[in-house]
């Protein structure tokens, strides 16, 4: 209780700034950026904090995700000052809008989070690349967790020129094999026939995690009765489902990772449902499509690298739910990680504003792992700069919901412990 009372003590500083830091960043749409000092330091050299700048998604398709970004990086910030702080100093959180990806936005971003004297960038996600080539101008360190091939495609356009940036998770392409893996093999499961379907949008993550899925299929002699790739955002599944329901696939992985698109699915299909497992990707890790769905939510699969370890989960939770009154989210886990990691290779330097040093410290991550944060293992692959995955890294975990919780059913290929439950519409 002291711990929570002393970080309520430090977000309710960290709030009253912040509130008014997003407010600005959604309000002007990042147009205020070529009005602010050209001093790079200028707001940490008024008061002598250390600026740490969210470039984030605070409107637009990934504002709910923002919001668990943002939440996260408060969380950590606020722990961090109560005890000290960073060399001594302060840290103070400032804001940009990245909205849905555009170049203007990452550009802008970029340019106000400099301004505003930012030494490190932590967005947590963001829509498209454009932001690897907007903050990739500057040498401040930018730590992101996109899960996307597209973004590390971008660093390697040119490594020299941005390298000071950093995907510190693994890409989508192992997502679409894990997943098939683990749901063609349930253990007692009688699978009525060997056909699948699947059905994603049409963004870079989404085919190609459809790929890794039915390369598998196809690889493992199973029928694809339905790949459909859909416009991004899309919330009308009839001529989908119409497919569906005459075929009756023994698995239907949907790929549907924007919210309204996964929710608006589901729904769809518990209308007439199909004797057919569901496997959504990614969604269900959000608290808001268990509240949207309810008990219709039950029996759902799906996975993430992103994801607090069982042995953290629990106690993360209730802090984070104590100081916002909400459930975390998977980018809340991970959004707090990006602080503590920055905060480890800054002690280690002796410095926050050595850029070339700390880039270079977790570039050689693999020297010394970002080790015992909440999601795992932090290991920097230094010729892609991305993360790895693997159970001594950051795991993959695999869930079912299962009375309104996520009960994780693998640890990476191990299994968890708790057994997958037939899905109510099979019953």
């Known amino acids: 209780m002291k711990k929570v009372f002393i970080v309520l003590m430090a977000l309710a500083l960290i709030f009253s700034l912040a509130a008014c830091g997003q407010q600005e960043a959604a309000e002007s749409g990042n147009e205020n ?18 600026i740490i700048g969210v470039p984030t998604m605070i409107t637009g398709d990934g504002a709910q995700m923002g919001m668990h970004i943002t939440n996260g990086t408060e969380m950590a910030i606020a722990e961090i000052n109560a005890a000290g702080g960073v060399l001594g100093k302060q840290l103070k ?3 940009a809008d990245l909205k849905n990806g ?3 936005d990452a550009v802008a971003a970029a340019e106000l989070m400099y301004q505003k004297g930012a030494v490190v960038n932590l967005p947590g996600a963001f829509y498209g690349s454009s932001a690897i080539y907007a903050f990739g101008k500057y040498d401040m360190p930018f730590l992101f967790n996109n899960a996307e091939s597209n973004t590390t495609d971008a660093y390697l356009e040119a490594p020299e020129q941005y390298s000071n940036i950093f995907m510190m998770i693994c890409d989508e392409k192992s997502y679409g094999p894990y997943a098939f893996n683990i749901m063609t093999t349930l253990e007692g499961y ?5 056909k699948i379907a699947i059905l994603g949008g049409d963004t870079n993550y989404d085919i190609n995690i459809k790929a890794g899925i039915a390369d598998s299929a196809k690889a493992e002699g199973w029928d694809i009765v339905l790949n459909d790739t859909y416009v991004y955002g899309n919330t009308e599944f009839s001529a989908q489902l119409t497919k569906i329901r005459a075929e009756n696939p023994a698995i239907i992985f949907a790929v549907t ?3 309204d698109t996964a929710v608006a699915f589901t729904k769809q299909f518990d209308e007439n449902p199909t ?7 990614f969604v269900p890790s959000s608290p808001e499509y268990k509240q949207l769905l309810g008990e219709k939510s039950n029996g759902v699969f799906w996975c993430t690298c992103i994801s607090a370890l069982p042995d953290k989960k629990e106690t993360f ?6 100081l916002f009154g909400t459930e975390a989210g998977t980018y809340s886990y991970i959004a707090y990680d990006m602080v503590y990691i920055w905060k480890q290779a800054v002690e280690a330097v002796g410095s926050y504003d050595d850029y070339d040093a700390i880039n270079a410290y977790i570039e050689s991550s693999a020297e010394h792992p970002f080790s015992n944060m909440t999601c795992g293992t932090y290991i920097v692959q230094p010729e892609r700069h991305d993360g790895a995955s693997s159970a001594n890294a950051i795991p993959m975990q695999f869930f079912q919901i299962q009375g309104g919780s996520d009960v994780l059913l693998y640890l990476h290929d191990q299994k968890a412990g708790a057994h997958w439950e037939m899905p109510w519409w099979l019953q």
């Open 33 to 50: 950026s070529t009005d602010a000092s050209n001093d790079s330091n200028g707001d940490a050299a008024i008061d002598g904090d250390i």
């Open 93 to 95: 959180a400032v804001y």
């Open 102 to 104: 555009s170049s203007e």
């Open 190 to 194: 009688e699978y009525p026939n060997q």
């Open 257 to 259: 990772t924007s919210l």
């Open 275 to 281: 004797d057919s497992l569901l496997f959504v990707q």
């Open 317 to 322: 939770n209730k802090e984070y739910f104590d």
